[in-house]
């Protein structure tokens, strides 16, 4: 049963740490997105990585966060340091889009990291 | 303005009700998504839409490109439908990035 796996599900973490957070997404998907959720601002757009490459991270803030995808089963965004205003549920999602006919599949989504830092 | 707008913002039902949630944008569009957000956080995606109608079981999703509206629609309502929905569209140059809407809060009652 293929599923996009997160981890950790669930992290807290203090001030100014370094927070790490890993996406595997379906094997074979070449589109994976990074999204985080807070209640105030609901969904939002990260950044995105098309066979590896990204191509979209104007959703980030750059000082702080870094979205990396050091091979094509494995996903990371790193936070660092962490503050208390990125707390929120941090999505991935992957997905496959064929380039040539302008296609693509829906997006599949893992359970989530829930990050609070204090 | 908001690009994606969803209504209504909550809504309660009875079990066995018929439900629409709607969804509006402005902005042209390569794919509409429906998403579901269960109250434990995990997002599902139900369907992905550029023209016509889908129906999966109880769920039919509908979009009218030159309207720029989608509807989802939830036959026999039932307690476990309760749920986040969310309107997500993937623009036509925006490659395959998703602007979401603000999502529906729907709550059956047996």
């Known amino acids: 049963d293929a599923r996009v796996t997160q981890t950790p599900r669930h992290k807290v973490t203090e001030m100014g740490q370094e927070v790490t957070m890993r996406c595997q997404p379906i094997l074979g998907h070449n589109t994976v997105f990074w999204y985080r959720q807070t209640m105030m601002q609901g969904l939002e757009l990260l950044a995105y990585f098309r066979n590896r490459a990204p191509l979209d991270d104007s959703g980030m803030p750059k000082d702080r966060f870094s979205a990396e995808m050091p091979d094509a089963t494995l996903a990371t965004l790193k936070i660092q340091p962490s503050e208390p205003r990125d707390s929120a549920v941090y999505f991935c999602a992957s997905g496959l889009v064929f380039l040539d006919r302008g296609l693509g599949t829906e997006a599949f989504f893992g359970q989530g990291t829930r990050l609070t830092v204090v | 303005k908001n690009e994606v707008e969803q209504s209504p913002q909550n809504l309660t039902a009875q079990e066995g009700e018929f439900i629409t949630i709607n969804c509006s944008y402005s902005?042209?569009?390569?794919?509409l998504h429906w998403l579901q957000q269960h109250p434990g956080g995990g997002i599902v995606s139900l369907f992905m839409?550029?023209?016509g109608k889908k129906k999966h079981g109880r769920l039919i999703a509908t979009i009218n490109i030159q309207e720029k509206h989608s509807s989802l629609h939830i036959t026999a309502s039932h307690p476990r439908d309760s749920a986040v929905y969310i309107c997500?569209?993937?623009?036509?140059?925006?490659?395959?990035?998703?602007?979401f809407g603000e999502g529906t809060q729907l709550t059956v009652n047996p």
């Open positions: 839409l550029s023209s």
């Open positions: 902005v042209g569009i390569s794919a």
């Open positions: 997500a569209v993937r623009s036509e140059t925006s490659g395959s990035r998703l602007t």
